[in-house]
């Protein structure tokens, strides 16, 4: 097996008195994706933050390709290869597709004593880089970011991210916010990230999404790393089951039967149905 | 369990793949109606068309005279030099009102220096475009250091710098209204009459267009400026050095206008503590018409144009229509309202723009 691209050793991150994560170890490697999976609060968003250099980690250390690194920002972060896509695609909704793609390194080619944007070259390259993943709607540089879909944004920002060479992606809830179709089409960029030779890291609470396109699983409870285990070693009920901290559905179900056993077998009505 | 929730999703995989690989014609560039109609200076430009034709319908021969065009392409020369600079830190996401100060304490700068003084008038210019620029650098920096929205930073460097004009004026030369003799060519240069009627200042606006132009356009700069409005925080993980540009753009507002309050000295041959103020609402007035989000991130040097045009064209053309002159504000004030409208309309329309054919292609 390859050594780890991305190692995380006893990562550990307080606000203040509060802790959020605790003794977290991780490792993703080239061409692999690791699933980060966990309810709402269970510390996935601090985590990201302090891979994508938002937050340094109080703790513990990161190594990248071996070798220990602290990312001073963000930017630093994303020119050690560390590209972060969010939910939102973290792009410009009144820029066009082609600006969009190349904020903060636009091409310019010389006119007399200026550089001026290369505003053809942009939209080609970006045009290009999006129908690769897929995206074959968007065919026009010049059309805003705003008109396009959720799916899109997200692509859209994986292009940009991959174009620049990213050598770890991290995808923050991506199919969150999308319908079934476009969900799918963002999990089939993902492998083809995967394809490329990129560790993805997919921060996600959707468990068949995960199953789809992981290859390494973690689970995070309140701020803890639960689980670790790699693909076929656990079913989707078992997932399921531990990100919720498994005993509150188990509590529901006895609190069901209870009921039942109680009432002559008939189940709770919408109506009577009093849980404590 | 897993295995067949990865076969399937492989299943969706290839149908995808097919979609994908369907040739698609790459779009023609070629200017349409449509393209037009979705420029986001749609909105100012139908407003301009407007009101010019009703002035040209109330205002009679005289409206559309030589003079007549002179007497508002005068007064949009002015605003507009303002109005440009102001119109690109409201797209990066900034106000800035201390305009209205600054302008008339660089006037009373170089009427000060100059006149009062009697030092050589090179001196009086480059102190009063300076004296515009250190007020843009502090607003700059206030905002980049506190954080604070730009709207409160410059009403304080507003008062301060109103405040400060008049108690230095006072205290060098014990009046608030200095009198200035320019030499030949500074005043040719600056602030002179063509043909009687005509300002140079008109061609001074023309330059700044075409700089402010090249700047939003076809510079690098225009994508900073825009992505920053649009999101300040991802353009500066993209690596825009967002606090250097904001403290530019304050700059640049600063030096413009100091230019108009210094070539207005020289023009009128006398400063005024008080000159200046309506500069601050006529100009952000203006950029708003002229289709800039308030919020930042999207608008166009055109725009600002037409909006400049349209805002002169209502001030001065009342004046040339049978109507009491107390009722341009009403017009502008409706304008302006109706130009947001509008221009809000013309933004979805480019914002839920799809192209058709492709809509056809799919399955």
Same mark, same amino acid.
């Given at each position: 097996?390859?050594?780890?691209?991305?190692? *995380?050793?006893?990562?550990?991150?307080?606000?203040?008195?509060?802790?959020?994560?605790?003794?977290?170890?991780?490792?993703?490697?080239?061409?692999?994706?690791?699933?980060?999976?966990?309810?709402?609060?269970?510390?996935?968003?601090?985590?990201?933050?302090?891979?994508?250099?938002?937050?340094?980690?109080?703790?513990?250390?990161?190594?990248?390709?071996?070798?220990?690194?602290?990312?001073?920002?963000?930017?630093?972060?994303?020119?050690?290869?560390?590209?972060?896509?969010?939910?939102?695609?973290?792009?410009?909704? *009144?820029?066009?597709?082609?600006?969009?793609?190349?904020?903060?390194?636009?091409?310019?080619?010389?006119?007399?004593?200026?550089?001026?944007?290369?505003?053809?070259?942009?939209?080609?390259?970006?045009?290009?880089?999006?129908?690769?993943?897929?995206?074959?709607?968007?065919?026009?540089?010049?059309?805003?970011?705003?008109?396009?879909?959720?799916?899109?944004?997200?692509?859209?920002?994986?292009?940009?991210?991959?174009?620049?060479?990213?050598?770890?992606?991290?995808?923050?809830?991506?199919?969150?916010?999308?319908?079934?179709?476009?969900?799918?089409?963002? *999990?089939?960029?993902?492998?083809?990230?995967?394809?490329?030779?990129?560790?993805?890291?997919?921060?996600?609470?959707?468990?068949?999404?995960?199953?789809?396109?992981?290859?390494?699983?973690?689970?995070?409870?309140?701020?803890?790393?639960?689980?670790?285990?790699?693909?076929?070693?656990?079913?989707?009920?078992?997932?399921?089951?531990?990100?919720?901290?498994?005993?509150?559905?188990?509590?529901?179900?006895?609190?069901?039967?209870?009921?039942?056993?109680?009432?002559?077998?008939?189940?709770?009505?919408?109506?009577? *149905?009093?849980?404590? | 369990?897993?295995?067949?929730?990865?076969?399937?999703?492989?299943?969706?995989?290839?149908?995808?793949?097919?979609?994908?690989?369907?040739?698609?014609?790459?779009?023609?560039?070629?200017?349409?109606?449509?393209?037009?109609?979705?420029?986001?200076?749609?909105?100012?430009?139908?407003?301009?068309?407007?009101?010019?034709?009703?002035?040209?319908?109330?205002?009679?021969?005289?409206?559309?005279?030589?003079?007549?065009?002179?007497?508002?392409?005068?007064?949009?020369?002015?605003?507009?030099?303002?109005?440009?600079?102001?119109?690109?830190?409201?797209?990066?996401?900034?106000?800035?009102?201390?305009?209205?100060?600054?302008?008339?304490?660089?006037?009373?700068?170089?009427?000060?220096?100059?006149?009062?003084?009697?030092?050589?008038?090179?001196?009086?210019?480059?102190?009063?475009?300076?004296?515009?620029?250190?007020?843009?650098?502090?607003?700059?920096?206030?905002?980049?250091?506190?954080?604070?929205?730009?709207?409160?930073?410059?009403?304080?460097?507003?008062?301060?710098?109103?405040?400060?004009?008049?108690?230095?004026?006072?205290?060098?030369?014990?009046?608030?209204?200095?009198?200035?003799?320019?030499?030949?060519?500074?005043?040719?240069?600056?602030?002179?009459?063509?043909?009687?009627?005509?300002?140079?200042?008109?061609?001074?606006?023309?330059?700044?267009?075409?700089?402010?132009?090249?700047?939003?356009?076809?510079?690098?700069?225009?994508?900073?400026?825009?992505?920053?409005?649009?999101?300040?925080?991802?353009?500066?993980?993209?690596?825009?050095?967002?606090?250097?540009?904001?403290?530019?753009?304050?700059?640049?507002?600063?030096?413009?206008?100091?230019?108009?309050?210094?070539?207005?000295?020289?023009?009128?041959?006398?400063?005024?503590?008080?000159?200046?103020?309506?500069?601050?609402?006529?100009?952000?007035?203006?950029?708003?018409?002229?289709?800039?989000?308030?919020?930042?991130?999207?608008?166009?040097?055109?725009?600002?144009?037409?909006?400049?045009?349209?805002?002169?064209?209502?001030?001065?053309?009342?004046?040339?229509?049978?109507?009491?002159?107390?009722?341009?504000?009403?017009?502008?004030?409706?304008?302006?309202?109706?130009?947001?409208?509008?221009?809000?309309?013309?933004?979805?329309?480019?914002?839920?723009?799809?192209?058709?054919?492709?809509?056809?292609?799919?399955?």
């Amino acid at each position: 097996m390859t050594p780890p691209l991305l190692k *995380l050793a006893g990562i550990n991150k307080s606000f203040g008195p509060i802790d959020i994560l605790h003794d977290i170890n991780l490792e993703v490697r080239r061409g692999e994706v690791l699933c980060l999976l966990g309810d709402n609060g269970a510390g996935k968003s601090t985590l990201i933050k302090v891979l994508s250099g938002v937050h340094r980690p109080t703790t513990g250390s990161v190594e990248l390709d071996g070798k220990a690194v602290a990312f001073e920002s963000p930017r630093d972060a994303s020119n050690h290869g560390i590209a972060t896509v969010h939910q939102s695609g973290g792009t410009f909704p *009144l820029m066009s597709v082609g600006r969009c793609f190349f904020v903060g390194a636009e091409p310019t080619k010389r006119w007399g004593p200026f550089a001026i944007f290369d505003r053809k070259t942009a939209n080609e390259i970006a045009v290009r880089e999006t129908r690769q993943l897929g995206i074959t709607r968007i065919d026009d540089g010049n059309r805003l970011v705003g008109g396009l879909s959720g799916g899109e944004r997200q692509a859209l920002a994986i292009a940009r991210a991959v174009y620049f060479g990213a050598s770890v992606l991290i995808l923050d809830e991506p199919t969150a916010a999308l319908g079934v179709k476009e969900a799918a089409h963002v *999990l089939r960029i993902i492998l083809q990230a995967r394809q490329k030779g990129i560790a993805v890291i997919f921060i996600t609470h959707n468990v068949v999404h995960a199953l789809t396109v992981g290859d390494h699983f973690a689970v995070l409870i309140k701020g803890a790393k639960a689980a670790d285990f790699r693909k076929g070693d656990k079913s989707r009920e078992e997932i399921t089951d531990l990100m919720a901290g498994g005993e509150h559905m188990a509590q529901l179900e006895a609190e069901i039967e209870k009921y039942m056993a109680s009432h002559d077998g008939h189940p709770p009505g919408s109506n009577s *149905l009093q849980l404590n | 369990m897993t295995s067949k929730v990865l076969d399937q999703s492989t299943k969706a995989i290839s149908q995808t793949d097919q979609e994908a690989i369907a040739p698609v014609t790459p779009q023609s560039s070629a200017p349409s109606l449509g393209a037009l109609i979705r420029r986001p200076e749609m909105g100012s430009f139908i407003g301009m068309i407007a009101v010019f034709a009703f002035f040209s319908v109330f205002g009679g021969s005289n409206f559309m005279s030589l003079g007549g065009a002179a007497s508002w392409l005068n007064v949009a020369s002015e605003l507009g030099i303002v109005a440009l600079p102001v119109g690109l830190l409201m797209i990066a996401g900034y106000l800035d009102l201390s305009v209205g100060s600054v302008l008339p304490a660089s006037s009373m700068t170089i009427a000060i220096l100059a006149g009062h003084f009697h030092l050589p008038i090179i001196v009086g210019i480059l102190a009063s475009l300076g004296f515009g620029l250190a007020i843009g650098f502090i607003n700059g920096v206030l905002v980049v250091r506190t954080k604070l929205p730009s709207f409160v930073v410059t009403l304080a460097t507003l008062f301060a710098v109103a405040g400060l004009t008049l108690g230095l004026s006072v205290i060098l030369t014990g009046s608030t209204s200095v009198a200035l003799r320019s030499a030949p060519a500074a005043k040719l240069l600056l602030g002179d009459y063509i043909g009687g009627k005509f300002q140079v200042s008109i061609f001074w606006w023309i330059a700044v267009m075409a700089g402010v132009g090249f700047l939003l356009n076809f510079s690098r700069y225009g994508n900073w400026i825009l992505a920053m409005g649009g999101d300040s925080i991802s353009a500066r993980n993209a690596g825009i050095p967002t606090d250097r540009l904001t403290i530019a753009l304050f700059m640049a507002s600063g030096m413009c206008a100091a230019f108009v309050g210094m070539s207005q000295a020289i023009l009128y041959n006398s400063a005024q503590v008080a000159a200046g103020q309506s500069f601050i609402f006529n100009s952000i007035i203006a950029v708003v018409i002229g289709g800039v989000l308030l919020t930042g991130g999207y608008g166009s040097v055109v725009g600002i144009v037409l909006g400049t045009l349209t805002f002169s064209i209502v001030s001065q053309g009342i004046f040339y229509t049978g109507f009491d002159a107390n009722w341009a504000s009403l017009i502008i004030g409706v304008l302006l309202l109706l130009a947001v409208l509008m221009n809000n309309t013309f933004r979805t329309m480019a914002l839920t723009y799809a192209p058709r054919k492709n809509a056809k292609a799919r399955p």
